[in-house]
């Protein structure tokens, strides 16, 4: 009896070529194929069960790829560098650093990929963008798809506004290292921030993704009640888009958090 094999190397081909794998299979089955293809009964009864079987591998396999976006796997390494990072920020709250991790891994990586769709039409999102919804999952929560509360795509709306107003990303950028450098933060930290910052303002402004988290970041940082809050606010969320900052007395550097594999994140120091 003969091997037959049918190999289907993507949907469109499955869903173009189906004739020809029909016919293909028909005439290399064992049973279907030579002389019985001359017994008409056989081979209607053969022909129809091959279709219905078409038709149902058809609707798996559509099944299957719209399914597996859905379900995309969250890169480890991006795991385990953003509980780095975020137990950085944790480091002045033992509360906080103390609270058992829960499903912010996975919330963040959701609400992250809703964000893009949403902006970008998407959803190849970034590191810094999983680090930023990741952060805003654990603290304050964003359960319902919320930032800060509010609906994400609400706030969306209100980066869209702000980038209006500014006029561009590198305008928005350069006001909000001045808005920064304005503040009364008693480390330093502010104003060390926004020279640093200032040098290169093409990592916050060069990329459409890294354009909304600064806008994002300026505009959660600006609710905080006390100058000083605001200031840390910010840093904290642009941290995760620039890089390198100032948290206090203490320069951060995640630059190459999630760029060694099989082995646990570090966050360094810098000066």
């Given amino acids: 009896m003969s091997d037959a094999r049918i190999t289907l190397s993507s949907p469109r081909e499955a869903r173009e070529g189906g004739a020809s794998v029909l016919s293909h299979f028909v005439r290399k089955h064992p049973i279907c194929g030579g002389g019985v293809m001359g017994h008409s009964i056989v081979r209607r009864r053969h022909l129809r069960a091959l279709r219905a079987g078409r038709n149902a591998l058809f609707v798996l396999m559509g099944v299957l790829c719209f399914a597996l976006p859905a379900r995309a796997q969250i890169p480890p390494e991006w795991q385990a560098a953003a509980q780095a990072v975020i137990g950085e920020f944790e480091r002045d709250a033992p509360k906080m650093a103390a609270y058992p991790w829960g499903s912010e891994l996975r919330q963040g990586w959701s609400l992250a990929r809703a964000w893009r769709k949403h902006n970008n039409g998407n959803v190849e999102i970034i590191l810094a963008e999983y680090l930023t919804f990741t952060a805003l999952c654990r603290a304050p929560g964003c359960a319902g798809s919320t930032i800060e509360g509010q609906p994400y795509v609400g706030m969306a709306q209100r980066v869209k506004a702000l980038h209006a107003e500014q ?105």
């Fill in 167 to 271: 006029g561009n990303p590198t305008v928005l950028a350069a006001n909000a290292h001045a808005w920064l450098a304005g503040l009364a933060d008693p480390t330093g930290a502010a104003q060390k921030n926004a020279a640093l910052w200032n040098k290169d303002l093409d990592v916050a402004a060069a990329d459409f993704a890294t354009g909304n988290l600064y806008a994002l970041a300026w505009l959660i940082a600006r609710t905080r009640p006390t100058p000083a809050e605001q200031a840390t606010t910010f840093a904290r969320f642009a941290l995760l888009v620039q890089g390198r900052a100032w948290l206090g007395a203490r320069c951060v550097d995640i630059t190459k958090i999630a760029t060694v594999l099989d082995a646990p994140p570090k966050v360094e120091s810098c000066s």
